[in-house]
Structures are given as structure tokens and as C-alpha cells.
């Protein structure tokens, strides 16, 4: 039995220590202060080159707090730095899939600015599905 938990130990702790996290946030203009950088924070992790996911915080349609689904792949294949995106809450999800394309500009280390184009997979109430423009921060380790 301890062969097996120091085993599993073992496969945990390198599992954890090649991980790359990452910590994501949009810039939102119509927020003052600091919040204006917090709102629309998120934490991502890397499952395998190229592949991240996670979970962000966003405003609902009521305008309350909510966690949706994230997920990047890196383009580097096809363009070096650019990624594609998708985001989703977690309740009607395929209703308000959002997805979106960006290229990463890294500032120092492991801190990046990443604009980025967003546009809703299905249109609104008013049959409009425009689509927005974003800056956004991101910073691995």
C-alpha cells in the first residue's frame, strides 16, 4: 500500500511541477479603478502544448457574478503568437458560446498584452450577433 501512495505521489508532484498555469483578465472601460482590471479575472491551466483551459469570472445577463469555461489553442502552426479562444457559461452553454481570435505580445517573462476579437456564435434577442473588440493581460507560470 505505501508503494502505491508514494507512487501516486511521485506521478502527482511532476505532474504539478511541468504544469504551466496561467492567469487571464480582460480590461473593461465601462468599470472605474481597479475593477475595471478584475472583473473579467481567470485562471487557466495548460493540459498539453497548445491546449488551455480554465474558468473566468463574468457578468451574467442579470449583471451578477458568474464563472463560464475558457479554452485556448495556440496557433503557432499557423500564425506564431496567435490563438484561438472559446468561452461559455456553464449554464445554456451552447447558447452563448463566444468565440475569438488573438495574438499574444509578451511584455517581460511571463507577462503578456493580448488583443483579441470576440463575437458570439448565436445572435441576441434583437437578432444582432456583434462582435468586440478586447485588450487583455495574461501572465504564465
Do not use: C, H
Not at 34 to 46: H, P, R, W
Amino acid at each position: 500500500m505505501k508503494k502505491v501512495l508514494l507512487t501516486a505521489a511521485v506521478a502527482l508532484s511532476t505532474l504539478v511541477a511541468s504544469a504551466q498555469f496561467m492567469v487571464v483578465t480582460t480590461y473593461d472601460g465601462d468599470l472605474e479603478g481597479a475593477e475595471a482590471i478584475t472583473a473579467n479575472m481567470g485562471l487557466g491551466y495548460q493540459v498539453m502544448d497548445g491546449i488551455t483551459v480554465g474558468v473566468v469570472k463574468a457578468k451574467d445577463a442579470l449583471g451578477e457574478d458568474s464563472f463560464e469555461l475558457f479554452g485556448r489553442y495556440d496557433l503557432g502552426a499557423y500564425m506564431e503568437n496567435g490563438y484561438a479562444s472559446i468561452q461559455m457559461p456553464t449554464e445554456e452553454a451552447t447558447d452563448n458560446i463566444v468565440l475569438g481570435v488573438g495574438y499574444t505580445f509578451t511584455v517581460w517573462n511571463g507577462l503578456a498584452i493580448e488583443p483579441n476579437y470576440t463575437m458570439p456564435v448565436n445572435e441576441d434577442a434583437a437578432g444582432e450577433r456583434e462582435g468586440s473588440f478586447n485588450i487583455g493581460v495574461a501572465y504564465r507560470f
